[in-house]
């Protein structure tokens, strides 16, 4: 007989990398909206929007630089002796760089596959022995990882296509355990990792190549999170949800060009 996954019991207590800003903040605020507890795991501290939920425990942040290891294993051990359990986790936390391979240091690869990839890899292998049946993970990888990067670099795309592989094989063998593990693709999501490195003039651009016609949210990224953390995908692992306006589907072809070349031929 295959493992029977537990249907879980709420509110769970969940683990978010990144939940300082962008997408991780907008998760971590739709679970405690829900009922959840928070932990929050970030190299920076959260800003106030936290606070009330910080005050009466739904939120709790732990500084934790993912990079390295030592902080990683520590925050996981703290977070289990201190809620017993953790029945969900969200890898958002992550990092881009811009440059051409030519101009690439080692280290600069180095930080985003350290960041992106070793570190969600050493977040599960800290989580799940605390996981009971029934818990879920979900990382976020991006469209990158399925085509490439618009706003980063090789790094990052092999960085976020890493992710994926690892999403699949992790499926399965956490299958065993009555763990699923799945994963978001965003596409163009305006949040202050995009407001860092793209012009208001190319936020703009991007806008008109998203089919549905604007940016993703870092909320609508969020709700597509929390489905898979919750009972109601207690069948789907090893599964990628793209949240990307139809960018994937797009094939690079500019909508409104689209539009405007067949409009032409009327
Ligand atoms: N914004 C997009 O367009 C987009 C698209 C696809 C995928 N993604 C992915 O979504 C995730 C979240 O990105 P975002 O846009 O919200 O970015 P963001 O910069 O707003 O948030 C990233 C968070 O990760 C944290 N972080 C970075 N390095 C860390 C480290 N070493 N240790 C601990 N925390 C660290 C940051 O402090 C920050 O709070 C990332 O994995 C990113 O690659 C973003």
């Known amino acids: 007989m295959p493992p029977v996954a537990e249907t879980p019991t709420e509110p769970r ?13 907008a998760t971590a605020a739709l ?19 936290f606070a009330a939920a910080i005050a009466d425990g739904r939120f709790q942040y732990i500084a934790c630089d993912l990079a390295r290891e030592e902080a990683v294993v520590q925050a996981f051990a703290r977070a289990a002796s ?8 969200v ?25 992106n990839l070793r570190g969600t890899m ?6 799940a022995p605390h996981m009971p049946a029934g818990s879920a993970i979900v990382n976020v990888a991006s469209i990158a990882g399925k085509r490439m990067s618009y706003s ?23 299958a065993g355990q009555g763990i699923r593990m799945n994963a978001v693709c965003p596409g163009p999501t305006l949040t202050p990792m995009i407001h860092r490195s793209l012009s208001a003039e190319r936020i703009e651009a991007v806008a ?29 692992t090893g599964s990628t949800i793209d ?19 067949r409009q032409a031929q009327r």
């Open 208 to 236: 008109q190549t998203v089919p549905l016609g604007r940016w993703v949210s870092a909320e609508d990224v969020a709700e597509a999170i929390a489905f898979l953390l919750s009972p109601a995908a207690a069948m789907i």
């Open 152 to 174: 980063g670099d090789a790094a990052y795309t092999a960085s976020k296509g890493a992710v994926l592989a690892f999403t699949r094989h992790m499926a399965f063998e956490l």
């Open 31 to 49: 679970l405690v909206a829900r009922g959840h507890r928070v932990i929050s795991l970030d190299r920076a501290v959260p800003d106030a929007t």
């Open 91 to 115: 890898n958002s936390a992550g990092v881009e760089s811009r440059h051409l391979l030519t101009d690439m240091s080692s280290d600069a690869w180095d930080r985003v596959i350290d960041i």
């Open 243 to 261: 949240v990307d306006g139809g960018m994937l589907v797009s094939n690079g072809t500019s909508y409104r060009d689209y539009v405007a070349a």
């Open 122 to 127: 050493l977040c599960v292998r800290e989580a």
């Open 13 to 25: 207590v969940i683990a978010v990398t990144g939940g300082s800003s962008g997408i991780g903040a």
């Open 82 to 89: 201190e809620h017993g359990a953790i029945h969900g986790l």
